[in-house]
T-cell receptor
């Protein structure tokens, strides 16, 4: 089956710094999704991407759908303490729309 | 609009027992998918229900089953519980429009502990 490689596994940054994380896949996806999960809660959708090359922003977050359809990245600018959490990428295929394949997550720690 | 709700939030069972988890999707969403989240395996897809029919199934044993009702609410059942079934079980709903705009929105999860 399809697998997603998400990196880095964890990041320790200072408040105010920018953050970048990415996901790569061995095969294409039609949709890329980025989620944030806080401890004891379900993942919260941050950004959804539908077209190869698409660049989408949500406040301080920017994500891109790779041209090859096999990768995506998420950038967070000017990080703040509440950005702490686990960030997941997920891919979907139109032919299997009810199933998302998830990366292993990037754990972000922000030092004030 | 209310989000995805899951009940119960926490559950403790012993090996061999069975358990039923419930999920109410966002109003207007007809697809409900279930995921298992563990530290070792991450987020793993269990199955998806749409219009009361199972549409997709992940690689889990037959002890894991589900169903969906006419109001799109879904239940997931795990029989003959094993220690390894301890996990956070997440439900996600979507419109499932067949292509784009099929974002999945997650509930808070049910934390199942098997002793």
């Amino acid at each position: 089956g399809q697998q997603l490689n998400q990196s880095p596994q964890s990041m320790f940054i200072q408040e105010g710094e920018d953050v970048s994380m990415n996901c790569t896949s061995s095969s294409i996806f039609n949709t890329w999704l980025w989620y944030k999960q806080d401890p004891g809660e379900g993942p919260v959708l941050l950004i959804a991407l539908y077209k190869a090359g698409e660049l989408t922003s949500n406040g301080r977050l920017t994500a891109q759908f790779g041209i090859t359809r096999k990768d995506s990245f998420l950038n967070i600018s000017a990080s703040i303490p509440s950005d702490v959490g686990i960030y997941f990428c997920a891919g979907q295929l139109f032919t299997n729309a009810g199933k998302s394949t998830f990366g292993d997550g990037t754990t972000l720690t922000v030092k004030p | 609009k209310a989000g995805v709700t899951q009940t119960p939030r926490y559950l403790i069972k012993t090996r061999g027992q069975q358990v039923t988890l419930s999920c109410s999707p966002i109003s207007g969403h007809r697809s409900v998918s279930w995921y298992q989240q563990t530290p070792g395996q991450g987020l793993q897809f269990l199955f998806e229900y749409f219009s009361e029919t199972q549409r997709n199934k992940g690689n889990f044993p037959g002890r894991f089953s589900g169903r969906q009702f006419s109001n799109s609410r879904s239940e997931m059942n795990v029989s003959t519980l094993e220690l390894g079934d301890s996990a956070l079980y997440l439900c996600a709903s979507s419109r499932r429009s067949g292509g784009v705009n099929n974002e999945q929105f997650f509930g808070p999860g049910t934390r199942l502990t098997v002793l």
